[in-house]
């Protein structure tokens, strides 16, 4: 299908408030995004009216309970089957930050046996810093290939996106660590890992949270669930980088983000 | 319910006590003149009436004692981009042909002092329905604060350590701000002992709004309809505007119902849906609901249209179903805002705000004679004259100057600069300020184009003034900084305060933005002593002194009395917010040094000027020759630098200011991880500790492109040194031939990161 | 009926705020305190008298949206 033709379903409920961004994104690249408050889609809206889903970041009903839970909760109970339908389609499923989070607290990442696992099998836990982080971080392009949403980003790339939040430590069950990371690393749903500037493994703060294997981003086996705690909607020209008056840059290095999910929709649809 | 108060039987003592009693911090000359208002009505008021009366004549709501000073002054310098200045909440300024964009500014310090998270929160809170009532949609947060040192080691009963409020202030703000997703940008951190018993929290919000959307604070006609919109109405927040207006003591603290939680997820909804129906052209006018509440709003949009008004009280939804209605009318419940509504558009913007699941009520309307009634339960219980309620007394209070010898006393020149330097880097006021920047969400939006920390990736140093890009269509852009030197104020409140003016436009020059406009916040103590006073009066003397000369208007701002405790009153503290316009984004520049060879210059001169400095502090001399301002000098060296800037010709540039240029250069090198060869000897004939650390107002640090050193000379006639070029991993810095300074960067780096970490965890 | 469900971080799960609050307590000189913990507690008033299947409509609220069982269990009491 023709670019002017996707829709892209912004979804949002009280608190959310990176939308602008992410719709800005899709509008720069010619796509059709617009805003849809989780409750249209109970009524007046249908998920499949649009070829992609994307949960922004902020502050979902105040991220009360845990970052994300109560944005899961709600779309769990009114929109679960739709849901499961939309993803098992192909349809690409994105989450950044509190999105992020969100998809993590709904099953639908990492999903490793269904395309939405009953209860979480990941978790998004408070930084080491106990602080909120706004800060640039390097993330390392680990995917071989199977995530949607960064095929236009070349493998082992580093690229630039800025991290803002307080609860962005990923974490396994401590008992299931090692296997469940055998099992992203060898479904290749480790997109994105936190890196230094010599593109090392490093500690704090270039790994702003303390996640293990220093994780980003992750997407599901299929590669049309992707979330990431970066926000690469923030990114998207290079004056929005933070060091832009010393490297100068074109474009951004979110925008190919954005590119890669519309040139799969393009392809597929 | 309603009680009727025996107001004209009473004497002088009573009437004291009467105020006292509810709480009205009106004296007794203010209590006569009801006395004699309802006298004259041949009747007693009721306690509503008492209430509202108290609210509207407190120095909060009225300034009845600044007002003049302030006229004097500060008001009315006329400038082409005004559009709306001083009349409303919020100053609305011309940002291009079709957009404007709104400065507010707030002090909320008492409520800070007694509960940093929620006082700070609500804070915020306040001064975005300031910006929202314009009809703007906020794009940038500020926020100035200031507290007592960190390593205090006792506080004064009753007042709170330091270091608990530096945190919950920060969190407060932190997590409003983050949560209604608008970038906190700039502010300033200043610890000083003059702010244990008060700390300072001003803060302050920008917007942008289509010119054709600005809405008036106002009812249009008689008919209008007034709409309460947002979140209930409680018990909390009541009496903060008579609060604010008293010292604090021991037993503020029992007050504590002045202070309220914010609640930023009802606030988010409510910015929409308010913005909604605004850029619908459904609204007549529009107000936030702050100091004094329902009270305030209501006499005061009525009386900007030219008329009165009748509420029906018993409609406004409550939190507490048992509240009395004086409480429902004084409550400053957050998130609330009201609306002015024609007939004919009630229906469509009850809709708008159903959508956004936010609660929408009529409460009243606008009446065709100047007069305020209220009905609670079909009966009347509050009428009044609208004139006699908001025209509040003014104030001449007697004021008093203290003359200020300017001499320095004699002092030893040290020995090892060195030292002194790596000293002056980890004093808690010019250390980094990392630890407060990046727990704000400074990049929300995407529109923050330059940062508040700039520099190598994980190598930073701070910004002069931040830059937003508030439009998706045009690469113009909004600089923002907040400045004031409270050292300076203290020894000298009008070269003080000019400093503040004039370190603010170095600020906004440094990145090459034009100074366009100023918000102040003024925070002083009690103005019923006259020495307090006449800081009041010498600090806006001065800021008017400046502001004029430079033809840059104040367009809002804010002044915070009686911020004294028993044993002392906090510095006075004018906190300058200044906005400035930048043609293209793209031709911005940092602070950080980038490149090998570059030529480093100083603009403007050094004079031996130390009272208030970081240096003579840590001798622990004290002086009293504060920077003096020729704002002439300002504006022709400004002009000269911000042509150079959108010439190209500037790789980095940094203001000149605590610590002198031997900071200066440090702060470069630790953000562009790079050193710096300097030599002194060019600016003059001084002793060498005074060309390092003297703080001399309008003077940058330039890095100039190598090949275009020529070009950049050619802007300037007189008041510029080539002191030396970038490169080496060491700041060395020699005057003539002796070595005066040679430490590696990264020393310098460690030494400035470390401080407020180290007390905050 | 009320119930207070109290949500723990499971052993072993990092817990900063709770180490950030005993670094905070230690500064202000309150040297004895050694472990700080974090919890939360959630008091729910619930419109039945039934205890058996309260408890059980605790289980469910806390699987469904209260508790994360990668980090964290819960502990419910019943007043």
């Known amino acids: 299908m023709d670019t002017d033709d996707i829709r892209v379903a912004v979804l949002l409920i009280e608190g959310t408030n990176n939308e602008g961004e992410v719709y800005l994104a899709f509008k720069r690249l010619g796509a059709e995004p617009e805003f849809v408050h989780l409750k249209q889609l109970m009524h007046e809206k249908d998920i499949f009216d649009y070829q992609c889903l994307m949960i922004p970041g902020g502050f979902s009903a105040g991220d009360y309970i845990r970052a994300g839970a109560i944005f899961a909760a709600r779309m769990k109970s009114t929109l679960c089957k739709k849901l499961i339908e939309f993803a098992k389609n192909g349809y690409p499923v994105g989450g950044i930050c509190n999105g992020f989070q969100v998809l993590v607290e709904l099953g639908l990442l990492p999903a490793f046996d269904s395309v939405m696992s009953n209860y979480p099998q990941a978790a998004l836990a408070i930084n080491d810093s106990s602080r909120f982080e706004c800060r640039p971080t390097l993330l390392k392009h680990e995917s071989k290939g199977n995530c949607i949403f960064t095929k236009k980003i070349p493998y082992q790339e580093v690229v630039l996106m800025p991290s803002a939040h307080a609860e962005g430590k990923f974490l396994f069950p401590l008992e299931k660590k090692d296997e469940y990371l055998q099992y992203l690393i060898d479904n290749d749903q480790v997109v994105f890992r936190y890196v230094g500037p010599q593109g090392d493994y490093a500690g704090y703060p270039w790994n702003p949270n303390g996640s293990i294997h220093n994780i980003a981003s992750i997407c599901s086996p299929e590669g049309n669930v992707f979330g990431m705690m970066p926000h690469p909607e923030r990114v998207f020209y290079g004056f929005t980088h933070p060091d832009w008056t010393r490297v100068h840059k074109e474009n951004g290095d979110g925008k190919a983000v954005f590119e890669s999910v519309l040139d799969y929709i393009r392809r597929k649809f | 319910m309603l009680y009727e108060v025996d107001l004209i039987g009473a004497d002088d003592q009573q009437l004291l006590k009467i105020s006292e009693e509810a709480q009205l911090g009106l004296s007794l000359s203010e209590m006569r003149r009801i006395k004699k208002h309802f006298l004259e009505k041949k009747r007693n008021p009721t306690d509503i009436e008492l209430q509202s009366l108290g609210q509207a004549w407190s120095e909060h709501c009225c300034y009845k004692c600044s007002t003049q000073i302030l006229k004097k002054f500060v008001f009315g310098i006329d400038a082409p981009q005004n559009i709306l200045v001083i009349k409303e909440d919020a100053g609305v300024v011309e940002f291009d042909e079709d957009h404007a964009y709104v400065v507010a500014l707030e002090s909320h310090n008492h409520p800070s002092a007694i509960e940093p998270y929620g006082g700070a929160a609500t804070g915020i809170g306040g001064i975005l329905r300031d910006v929202v009532c314009m009809g703007a949609q906020p794009v940038a947060l500020i926020d100035p604060l200031f507290f007592g040192p960190l390593d205090s080691s006792h506080v004064p009963r009753g007042v709170k350590h330091p270091r608990y409020l530096f945190s919950g202030v920060v969190s407060g703000i932190r997590d409003y701000g983050n949560r209604v997703g608008i970038p906190t940008v700039a502010g300033m951190v200043y610890f000083d002992e003059g702010y244990i018993g008060n700390c300072v929290v001003n803060v302050g919000c920008i917007g942008v709004v289509k010119k054709k959307h600005i809405i008036r604070s106002r009812v249009k006609k008689p008919g209008d309809l007034l709409v309460l919109v947002g979140g209930k109405t409680g018990r909390d927040g009541i009496h903060g505007v008579t609060f604010a207006s008293a010292e604090l003591n021991e037993s503020s603290e029992e007050l504590r119902g002045a202070v309220q939680l914010g609640d930023p997820i009802t606030k988010e909804p409510l910015i929409h849906a308010c913005l909604e129906v605004s850029n619908k052209g459904l609204l007549e006018g529009m107000k936030d609901l702050g100091g004094g509440g329902l009270s305030c709003v209501v006499g005061e949009m009525a009386l900007a249209g030219g008329y009165g008004a009748e509420v029906e009280l018993d409609r406004v939804p409550l939190k507490d179903v048992d509240m009395v209605p004086w409480e429902i009318w004084v409550s400053e419940s957050q998130e609330r805002m009201m609306l002015a509504v024609d007939p004919k558009n009630l229906k469509e913007v009850s809709k708008i705000f159903e959508e956004w699941d936010v609660n929408s009520t009529v409460i009243g309307k606008a009446i065709d004679e100047k007069i305020q009634r209220i009905f609670y339960g079909g009966k009347k219980i509050f009428e009044m004259d609208m004139e006699f309620l908001t025209k509040a007394p003014v104030y001449n209070k007697p004021f008093q100057i203290k003359a200020i010898e300017r001499k320095d006393p004699p002092f030893e020149e040290p020995d090892d600069y060195g030292k002194i330097l790596l000293r002056l880097l980890s004093s808690p006021n010019i250390a980094s300020k990392e630890w407060v920047i990046r727990q704000y969400d400074h990049e929300v939006r995407a529109s923050t184009v330059i940062k508040p920390l700039q520099g190598v990736l994980g190598k930073n140093t701070h910004g002069d003034a931040t830059v937003i890009k508030p439009l998706e269509s045009s690469y113009r852009g909004l600089a923002i900084t907040a400045d004031v030197n409270p050292s300076y104020t203290k020894i000298d409140p009008f070269w003080g305060s000019a400093s503040a003016i004039d370190e603010v436009c170095r600020n906004l020059a440094s990145v090459g933005a034009i100074p366009h406009s100023f918000a102040d916040c003024l925070n002083f103590g009690n103005p019923e002593k006259p020495e307090r006073l006449g800081e009041l009066y010498s600090s806006a003397k001065a800021l008017g002194y400046v502001a004029k000369a430079l033809e840059i208007p104040f367009v809002s701002g804010n002044v915070s009395l009686y911020n004294e405790a028993p044993y002392g009153s906090i510095p006075p503290t004018p906190s300058i917010l200044g906005i400035g316009i930048v043609s293209d984004i793209r031709k911005c520049i940092t602070v950080d040094m980038k490149k090998e060879g570059n030529p480093i210059y100083l603009i403007g001169e050094t004079k031996k000027e130390f009272g208030g400095s970081e240096y003579l502090k840590l001798l622990g001399i004290s002086s009293k020759t504060v920077p003096v301002v020729d704002p002439k000098a300002l504006k022709k060296r400004m002009d000269s630098l911000i042509s150079a800037i959108k010439d190209g010709l500037i790789a980095s540039c940094h203001d000149v200011s605590e610590g002198g240029i031997a900071l200066c250069m440090a702060e470069m090198s630790i953000g562009g991880d790079i050193g710096a060869r300097i030599d002194t000897g060019i600016i003059g004939n001084m002793r060498v500790d005074h060309k390092l650390f003297s703080e001399s107002n309008t003077r940058w640090i330039v890095e100039v492109k190598h090949d275009l050193a020529r070009e950049f000379e050619k802007k300037f006639k007189g008041a510029l040194f080539r002191i030396g070029d970038v490169g080496g991993n060491n700041i060395l810095i020699k005057n003539d031939d002796r070595t005066l300074i040679d430490i590696p960067v990264k020393e310098l780096r460690d030494v400035w990161n470390a401080p407020i970490y180290d007390y905050m965890g | ?79």
């Open chain 3, 1 to 79: 009926m009320e119930a207070d469900v109290t949500i723990i971080l499971k052993k072993g799960v990092a817990d900063p705020e709770g180490s950030n609050v005993k670094k905070a307590l230690n500064l202000l000189g309150f040297d004895e305190v050694r472990k700080v913990q974090t919890m939360k507690t959630f008091r729910i008033d619930l419109a039945t008298e039934d205890r058996g299947k309260a408890k059980k409509d605790i289980d469910e609220m806390c699987k469904k949206l209260l508790a994360n069982p990668v980090i964290q269990t819960y502990r419910v009491e019943i007043r």
